[in-house]
């Protein structure tokens, strides 16, 4: 009974180091992950365009299903949101502003910087010759807000920067994180991610999850449903079109992958060891205090930062090679039999929303994150993890919303457009490292200084 004072003095001191504020390690493949997206979506709009090369060589089809890429930036999204803010409570209004104020300068500086470069699609503003619909003045009010994407009604996306509809999703995705969030804790009874890592805890936990995500994609399934009960009755091919792609772009939509990745990234968690979250004995990683802005902001605005650990003890194993030839089946099944189909099948255009998104889409996305974090020695996580795309995915929002205003700016300055696939891509790489560097990260670095600070404390 004597000693029972001095146990408690010491639980305190351990649970006071083990409460030290940390963030989590970052992942260094999903950042390859980033750029393979973006290089896919990248050449999927070129293939929509008619660009010079990809109609010389007759590759139309390969890219076809590139709209999938969108899926894995959503699914991934959740994932990451989840892996560095899963013990952040927000119970506190200043929590949940610091979060938002956050990922709004994260989202918004390159987001209007490329509505800018592209002002000359909405030229009728100006142009007495043109004039400006109803509808087109409601497209540009919801696009500088934006909240596009958000209104249930078939506006022309490709008027002002087409690319750009999935960040106005992303934003409604970021608005609610807070809230899904708490209600997955609450149905994991725990108020923390990081308590559920105890082993009397992990199984049952492990078992709800389990069951919510196959729940998540169960529903899923419902705008599908309902999208196709609408095109069997529809004949009109440009009604066909307006359903399809107000549920391809809708946060209501897109909200199942962000909650599937959310719980997959959960699992991951639970399933890691605790000093893989923390040490990183198991991924390329830096971790940052968030008590230190200056060290929050350097891991923040460059993944090269990333140290190597020592992964001198672990092997390539079966697992790492069952994961390579999964990860090479998927590809074969996105090039070979969703883009031929979707090119070479009318019939099947109208379901495109099926085959590039939905419940298959994002099953064979979490499982592509889960175990390419799990498995880093793998040959697909090594190849991910390479230079040159992690270079690629450090600047791939950027790219992603700056590469389809090229062509309007070459045209206005040359008087000609520039169809050369190959001269896009590089022009939008130059373009993507200018902004990244002198307008998202500037403003990343101001804004977070001056928001007010919400420490989240993991593990």
């Known amino acids: 009974m004597e000693l029972s004072p001095i146990v408690n003095i010491e639980q305190v001191q351990s649970e006071s180091k083990v409460k030290q504020p940390t963030r989590r390690p970052l992942i260094h493949v999903f950042t390859g992950f980033r750029a393979l997206a973006c290089l896919w979506i990248f050449m999927f709009h070129s293939t929509l365009n008619k660009m010079d090369e990809i109609v010389k060589f007759h590759i139309e089809w390969v890219s076809w299903s590139g709209a999938a890429g969108v899926t894995l930036f959503f699914c991934l999204s959740g994932f990451v949101m989840v892996w560095t ?18 990922r709004a300068a994260r989202l918004f500086p390159l987001y209007y910087f490329s509505l800018l470069l592209s002002i000359y699609d909405i030229r009728c503003v100006w142009v007495k ?14 696009t500088l807000l934006p909240v596009r994407t958000w209104i249930p009604y078939r ?44 082993v009397n805890n992990k199984t049952k936990a492990l078992i709800r999850l389990y069951f919510m995500w196959f729940i998540v994609l169960c529903i899923s399934t419902i705008p599908f449903l309902f999208r196709f009960t609408i095109l069997d009755h529809i004949t009109n091919t440009a009604y066909q079109f307006a359903s399809t792609s107000v549920i391809y ?32 004995s198991d991924m390329n990683v830096v971790i940052t205090s968030l008590s230190n802005d200056k060290q929050q902001e350097k891991n923040e605005s460059s993944s090269t930062s990333i140290s190597h650990t020592n992964n001198s003890h ?30 070479n099948e009318p019939m099947f255009y109208g379901y495109s929303s099926l085959i590039c998104m939905g419940p298959l889409i994002s099953l064979i996305m979490c499982t592509y994150l889960y175990f390419s974090a799990k498995y880093s020695l793998s040959l697909t996580s090594r190849l991910l993890t390479t230079s040159l795309l992690i270079n690629m995915g450090e ?9 389809d205003t090229l062509p309007t700016i070459f045209l206005l300055i040359s008087g000609k457009n520039e169809d050369s696939v190959i001269m896009k891509l590089f022009a939008g790489i130059g373009i993507a490292v200018f902004a990244r560097h002198y307008v998202e990260m500037p403003f990343y ?7 007010p600070k919400c420490q989240c404390q993991c593990q």
């Open 85 to 102: 803010y899963g013990d952040c409570e927000f119970k506190s209004t200043k929590c949940y502003w610091s979060f938002i104020g956050r």
């Open 129 to 142: 010759d043109k004039s400006c619909t109803r509808e087109y003045f409601i497209l540009i009010v919801s």
């Open 155 to 198: 506006l022309d996306f490709e008027k002002w920067n087409a690319a750009i509809w999935s960040v106005q999703t992303e934003w409604f995705l970021y608005l609610v994180f807070p809230f899904l969030l708490r209600l997955i804790r609450y149905l994991l009874n725990t108020t923390k991610i990081s308590l559920l890592s105890n």
């Open 249 to 280: 772009v809708s946060p209501l939509t897109r909200i199942f992958e962000f909650t599937l990745g959310i719980l997959t990234g959960i699992i991951f968690i639970l399933k890691s060891p605790i000093d893989n979250q923390t040490n990183q």
């Open 314 to 343: 672990l092997k390539y194993n079966c697992y790492c090679f069952m994961f390579d030839i999964y990860f090479l089946l998927g590809l074969l099944f996105f090039i070979f039999i969703c883009a031929p189909l979707l090119f």
């Open 395 to 403: 600047i791939s929002y950027a790219f992603y919303c700056l590469v």
């Open 445 to 451: 670095t101001w804004a977070n200084r001056k928001l």
